[in-house]
């Protein structure tokens, strides 16, 4: 059997794919690569159907029918793993790789949770790759959440977390780790506290800290990430700074929870940063184990950070991992990236080995963001994970992509306005103090609204996608802007 890979952008993928199938051949998409197979009989006329259609063909060779399995791995695993394997195709966390199937069985086994090996998809997507896109619709408020995700809060909380020699889920450091960030969590004024789980022979925390909502019929909107790190090479007792793997998502909850602390939401926010991932995702197995019929039912999304810290892919991408059942957060998540950030956004319902997937395999709506692919974060689980492999302003991007989602998806409330017959607070009117200050701190918060908002009209003017109508809004806002200004004027 003879494969090739062909380099495409989207605009080429459907007349590239009709080639194919047309001079029976099949194929596997990754990103904007396309992986094309077909029997050494009808090599000579695709490969000449493909040429006369204007497509370069990249590498091509021959291949055991049936040896064809993906694998998709945590930083560079299977390969550190099994550095003689062939790997055809190589698009950092996913792997086209030639295999017998009882090397594929054996090594699948001995995944541990670091890589998984399944066969290759037929005429089927493992993921793809999009430009921005500008979001059809957004919540009004979402700005206003998305601005106080904060370069300082993450920096300090990544930074933090890396300080600690380990955070191997069964260490005493891990516990000190874990009770530092159920502090962080009460100091946002959220109730927070410590969960023990069990970790093969010893014991973990998961540290989780609710915020409740104001919707009658509230749901639950879960912002979760593994708090533990890992060195494998080294051992439970070796340094694990684990800056990528994963402070970095650990301080994106704490960061997400911080700017969501401000802010009233319809549904229930649960905050929870897992230990025992690396070990096998233990405590999200357990926390989901641990739901009962009605509060499994109040669930209507999870989202994960696992790895938001290292840029992999040019242009810096963001992956948003799920199943079928994730695709309308997906389809948010790659709305809120084209609404505030400028991230190309990768999809995949190919999941794997990260704390959405117990969710996942008991029916709930979980997806995972995470670092593009195209290369791979080659020092994690190594004492090497450190922060110089992180970039801050990257990592920030994925956050307010996560922020503007999480407006849409927890219900975020819009500023309370004053009653139209209320006294204009510190006008010389006449009314109780406490009402004045009410009043006084409602119109603040909407200020803060309203220039938010202007902000993201900016950026969009900036890039030449204000549509007229956007115009006339921006109009609008600035005209209640001067009228919030000259109100005690």
Request: net charge negative; with cysteine.
């Amino acid at each position: 059997m003879k494969y090739a890979t062909i380099h495409a952008d989207d605009a080429a993928i459907p007349g590239l794919i009709a080639v194919i199938e047309e001079r029976r051949g099949w194929w596997s998409r990754l990103g904007t690569d396309l992986f094309l197979c077909v029997a050494n009989d009808g090599w000579p006329g695709l490969a000449r159907a493909l040429q006369d259609a204007g497509h370069v063909l990249g590498v091509q060779g021959s291949v055991r029918q049936g040896a064809l399995w993906l694998v998709v791995q945590k930083g560079r695993a299977f390969q550190r793993e099994h550095p003689r394997a062939r790997v055809l195709l190589d698009k950092g966390r996913y792997l086209v790789a030639e295999l017998t199937k009882a090397q594929a069985e054996r090594m699948a086994a001995r995944g541990e949770g670091c890589f998984q090996v399944m066969a290759l998809p037929r005429n089927a997507a493992v993921f793809q790759t999009h430009a921005p896109r500008r979001a059809r619709a957004m919540p009004p408020a979402a700005p206003a959440l998305v601005a106080g995700v904060q370069d300082e809060v993450f920096r300090q909380a990544i930074t933090h977390l890396v300080s600690y020699r380990t955070r191997h889920s069964t260490s005493a450091d891990y516990a000190q780790a874990a009770a530092w960030a159920q502090a962080q969590f009460q100091a946002l004024g959220l109730a927070a506290r410590t969960v023990p789980i069990t970790v093969g022979g010893g014991t973990s925390a998961n540290v989780i800290a609710t915020k409740p909502g104001l919707g009658p019929d509230a749901g639950q909107v879960l912002v979760v990430g593994h708090l533990d790190s890992v060195n494998h090479p080294g051992g439970p007792d070796a340094p694990a700074p684990g800056a990528d793997d994963n402070a970095s998502g650990s301080a994106g909850v704490l960061t997400l929870a911080a700017a969501a602390a401000a802010h009233d939401f319809a549904h229930d926010l649960t905050f929870i940063l897992f230990g025992g991932e690396e070990q096998g995702l233990h405590g999200s197995t357990q926390y989901v184990a641990g739901l009962e019929g009605e509060a499994r039912a109040r669930i209507r999304a999870v989202l994960n950070m696992d790895m938001i810290g290292s840029v992999n892919a040019q242009p810096p991408a963001v992956l948003l991992e799920g199943a079928a059942l994730s695709q309308p957060l997906i389809d948010r998540l790659a709305e809120a990236a084209g609404a505030f950030t400028d991230l190309d956004v990768q999809v995949s319902l190919q999941p794997f080995g990260s704390d959405h997937m117990p969710f996942l395999d008991a029916g709930i709506p979980a997806v995972l963001t995470i670092e593009g692919t195209d290369g791979a974060n080659d020092a994690i689980h190594t004492a090497n994970d450190l922060l110089d492999r992180i970039d801050m302003g990257y990592a920030l991007q994925i956050l307010r992509m996560n922020a503007g989602w999480l407006a849409q998806e927890a219900g975020l409330a819009e500023p309370a306005l004053p009653r139209p017959d209320a006294p204009a607070a510190g006008c010389g009117n006449a009314g109780p103090a406490a009402f004045d200050q009410a009043v006084l701190a409602a119109q603040n918060q909407l200020a803060g609204h309203y220039q938010a908002l202007l902000a993201q009209y900016a950026r969009l003017d900036r890039d030449g996608l204000l549509a007229p109508g956007d115009l006339v809004e921006r109009q609008s806002l600035w005209a209640l802007c001067d009228h919030l200004r000259s109100d005690c004027g």
